[in-house]
């Protein structure tokens, strides 16, 4: 039997995280995504994994979904993949302290399968409000499903590390790291793609500059969000 007591004092890596950045906004909606039942994936997961880093956050790198360390340990990219973005921020004197990272889809598929389109769905009002807290200048797409987001009727092999502007900020495509720890040819590749991260984010502080409130980006602003009540009934 749950100990209520326990229960309520007990707060995920992610939400101790969210606390100790002092991000408004984010323990919050990282709370809510902890009790969310909107699609199949609540019934399997350990966890949650809403994200983890400051709002807000200049630079905002979006992935696919939690895999299995993520689902035990409650944070986003700490396995293999993760370890490989490490090194990736490293090498362009960043670090995930300083960068949001999160998910296109919070909760594990099982068996580290694609994730499926109403499980997405079911997840978007909550990216969408992530982003919102976020603020980001620079958004960095980690594979196909984040990228689908913004781009469509391409293929990231066509548009890969090619920004584009939506509203104030950028949102640039990048290949998933786990992508290129399968494929050497691609480690080159997104090596190269993240070498222009510091000149894209000199990039959008100048857009962010000129245009400080035009906030709209249209990716986003096609998505009305719906109140938590609304989401559960997604279900
Ligand atoms: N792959 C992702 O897309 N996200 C993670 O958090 C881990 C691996």
């Given at each position: 039997?749950?100990?209520?007591?326990?229960?309520?004092?007990?707060?995920?890596?992610?939400i101790?995280?969210?606390?100790r950045?002092?991000?408004?906004g984010?323990?919050?909606?990282?709370?809510?995504?902890?009790?969310?039942?909107?699609?199949?994936?609540a019934?399997?997961r350990?966890?949650?994994?809403?994200?983890?880093?400051?709002?807000?956050?200049?630079?905002?790198?979006?992935?696919?979904?939690?895999?299995?360390r993520?689902?035990?340990?409650?944070?986003?990219?700490?396995?293999?993949?993760?370890?490989?973005?490490?090194?990736?921020?490293?090498d362009?004197?960043?670090?995930?302290?300083t960068?949001?990272?999160?998910?296109?889809?919070k909760?594990?598929?099982?068996?580290?399968?694609?994730?499926?389109?109403e499980?997405?769905?079911?997840?978007?009002?909550?990216?969408?409000?992530?982003?919102?807290?976020?603020?980001?200048?620079?958004?960095?797409?980690l594979?196909?499903?984040?990228?689908a987001?913004?781009?469509?009727?391409?293929?990231?092999?066509?548009?890969?590390?090619?920004?584009?502007?939506?509203?104030?900020?950028l949102?640039?495509?990048?290949f998933?790291?786990?992508?290129?720890?399968?494929?050497?040819?691609?480690?080159?590749?997104?090596?190269?793609?993240?070498?222009?991260i510091?000149?894209?984010?000199?990039?959008?502080?100048?857009?962010?500059?000129?245009?400080?409130?035009?906030?709209?980006?249209?990716?986003?602003?096609?998505?009305?969000?719906?109140?938590?009540?609304?989401?559960?009934?997604?279900?």
């Amino acid at each position: 039997m749950s100990d209520p007591i326990a229960d309520a004092a007990y707060a995920s890596p992610a939400i101790e995280d969210a606390r100790r950045t002092g991000a408004p906004g984010l323990v919050e909606l990282y709370e809510e995504i902890a009790d969310c039942p909107a699609c199949g994936l609540a019934r399997t997961r350990t966890q949650t994994v809403p994200g983890s880093g400051p709002a807000p956050a200049e630079v905002m790198c979006i992935g696919e979904a939690p895999g299995a360390r993520e689902d035990e340990q409650g944070l986003p990219f700490v396995g293999a993949a993760g370890r490989f973005l490490d090194e990736l921020l490293g090498d362009i004197g960043m670090s995930r302290e300083t960068v949001h990272i999160a998910n296109v889809v919070k909760c594990r598929p099982p068996g580290n399968r694609d994730p499926q389109p109403e499980e997405i769905a079911a997840c978007q009002p909550f990216l969408d409000r992530q982003i919102a807290l976020v603020d980001p200048l620079l958004i960095v797409t980690l594979g196909r499903f984040s990228m689908a987001r913004w781009f469509s009727g391409t293929t990231i092999s066509r548009i890969h590390g090619q920004p584009k502007r939506f509203g104030n900020r950028l949102v640039v495509p990048m290949f998933h790291p786990a992508a290129a720890l399968r494929r050497g040819d691609l480690r080159t590749v997104i090596h190269a793609d993240f070498a222009r991260i510091p000149a894209l984010i000199e990039e959008a502080r100048a857009i962010r500059a000129e245009a400080p409130s035009d906030a709209t980006d249209p990716a986003l602003a096609a998505t009305a969000v719906p109140p938590p009540s609304e989401q559960r009934a997604l279900l």
